[in-house]
T-cell receptor, first 109, second 112 residues
Framework: GQNIDQPTEMTATEGAIVQINCTYQ??????LFWYQQHAGEAPTFLSY??LDGLEEKGRFSSFLSRSKGYSYLLLKELQMKDSASYLC??????????WGAGTKLIIKP | NAGVTQTPKFQVLKTGQSMTLQCAQD?????MSWYRQDPGMGLRLIHY???????DQGEVPNGYNVSRSTTEDFPLRLLSAAPSQTSVYFC???????????FGSGTRLTVV
């Protein structure tokens, strides 16, 4: 079966750095996405990785290792507004997205 | 530029009732899809469409119908609502690989 694993919940301090891990087992791989979802709102696109390595976008970076079936989202200089759920999704061999259940990130002052 | 518009935002149905969730996009995206989101689970694909006149089933299609007569609209019909269909429903579109999906604001459906 296809599976995406992420921690259910993480807590971090304002101004710090946090790394959210995602491991996947899917039938084929055609890219990995990270989304941010604030409570009661729709997911919004953060990043896309299709090749191994690190992609940086401002305070957010995303890393991919296809051989290990592993990705992480790194958030730097955490702000209170970063409190949200972070969803990992993999596009499989049929080009459909398989979604993890999401990681709820709690930021404390 | 509205992006993806979903209506209604909230709905309460009685078991056995039918209804249509509306999704409209003005981005000229060929690909449109419907997901449901339940607590503790990842988004699950209900139906999707790769263009006008073409639809296909996703992971959890039972109890739902779709049609795609235009590029802009992709309605989701609940044929006979059941409590198991209580969920948050999202419509999402994309232009292709490497580009993220754009989601509508969601419909929170409760079936009693």
């Amino acid at each position: 079966g296809q599976n995406i694993d992420q921690p259910t919940e993480m807590t971090a301090t304002e101004g710090a750095i946090v790394q959210i891990n995602c491991t996947y087992q899917t039938s084929g791989f055609n890219g990995l996405f990270w989304y941010q979802q604030h409570a009661g709102e729709a997911p919004t696109f953060l990043s896309y990785n299709v090749l191994d390595g690190l992609e940086e976008k401002g305070r957010f970076s995303s890393f991919l290792s296809r051989s290990k079936g592993y990705s992480y989202l790194l958030l730097k200089e955490l702000q209170m507004k970063d409190s949200a759920s972070y969803l990992c999704a993999v596009k499989d061999s049929n080009y459909q997205l398989i979604w993890g259940a999401g990681t709820k990130l709690i930021i404390k002052p | 530029n509205a992006g993806v518009t979903q209506t209604p935002k909230f709905q309460v149905l009685k078991t056995g009732q039918s209804m249509t969730l509306q999704c409209a996009q003005d981005m000229n995206h060929e690909y449109m899809s419907w997901y449901r989101q339940d607590p503790g689970m990842g988004l699950r694909l209900i139906h999707y469409s790769v263009g006008a006149g073409i639809t296909d089933q996703g992971e959890v299609p039972n109890g739902y119908n779709v049609s795609r007569s235009t590029t802009e609209d992709f309605p989701l019909r609940l044929l006979s609502a059941a409590p198991s269909q209580t969920s948050v429903y999202f419509c999402a579109t994309t232009t292709g690989d490497g580009y993220g999906y754009t989601f509508g604001s969601g419909t929170r459906l409760t079936v009693v």
